[in-house]
């Protein structure tokens, strides 16, 4: 079974450009999630798919994040425009009928100059 | 969702057991406790559950006290390939609950 596919899997950007994360979820999982790790720290959920609906986007800053899930399938996180604290890597991951056990992509690590 | 506590880093010889601890004193009767682990460069992987009963799998064994306030997570023959940072998280699973990673246990694996 082919695992969660990102790209790209590093970008490096300067401070007030866009960027954008593509995600590919397992085939077949329902629930799809983007979450944000900075250095040093655990990963913290952005945002929550369910199908090609927003279960939870409630730490998902709005003024300059979002995201979206056209067909239930794939998904873009968008960062317009980025600032310096928003270098670290941006995980996708999905997961099936048991959301508690997801399945994460390898990341695309952003670095904001 | 409990708050739970873990040491920040621990060190395992190869070939030996890994115990590794979590308390979640506050953790309530219908919560669920989630072990993930994540290898350096590589997203988390989900490891083992359990709520009371202790749970193995092929990647681990789960031992959770009878009073709840604590569990181990037990990798029996830990390899270099274990070295990893290691997340216990309470989750109830009977609300729109989330995982909430801490910053986990970081174990190294020697030879």
């Known amino acids: 079974e082919a695992g969660v596919a990102q790209s790209p899997r590093y970008k490096i950007i300067e401070k007030r450009q866009s960027v954008a994360f593509w995600c590919n979820p397992i085939s077949g999982h329902a629930t799809l999630y983007w979450y944000q790790q900075i250095l040093g720290q655990g990963p913290k959920l952005l945002i929550q798919?369910?199908?090609?609906?927003?279960?939870?986007d409630s730490q998902l800053p709005k003024d300059r994040f979002s995201a979206e899930r056209l067909k239930g399938v794939d998904s873009t996180l968008k960062i317009q425009p980025a600032k310096l604290e928003d270098s670290a890597v941006y995980l996708c991951?999905?997961?099936?009928?048991?959301?508690?056990?997801?399945?994460f992509g390898p990341g695309t690590r952003l670095t904001v100059t | 969702d409990a708050k739970t506590t873990q040491p920040t880093s621990m060190d395992c010889a190869e070939g030996r057991a890994a115990n590794l601890p979590c308390n979640h004193s506050?953790?309530?009767?219908?919560?669920?406790v989630y072990w993930y682990r994540q290898i350096h460069s590589q997203g988390p992987q989900y490891i083992i559950h359990g709520l009371k009963n202790n749970e193995t799998n092929e990647m681990a064994s789960l031992i959770i006290t009878e009073d709840r306030k604590s569990s181990t997570l037990i990798l029996p023959h830990a390899t270099l390939r274990d070295t990893a940072v290691y997340y216990c998280?309470?989750?109830?699973?009977?609300?729109?609950?989330?995982?909430?990673f801490g910053t986990g246990t970081r174990l190294q694996v020697t030879l």
């Open positions: 798919f369910q199908n090609n609906g927003v279960v939870d």
């Open positions: 998280i309470g989750v109830n699973t009977g609300t729109a609950s989330k995982l909430t």
């Open positions: 506050t953790i309530s009767g219908n919560e669920y």
């Open positions: 991951a999905s997961s099936s009928s048991q959301i508690y056990e997801q399945y």
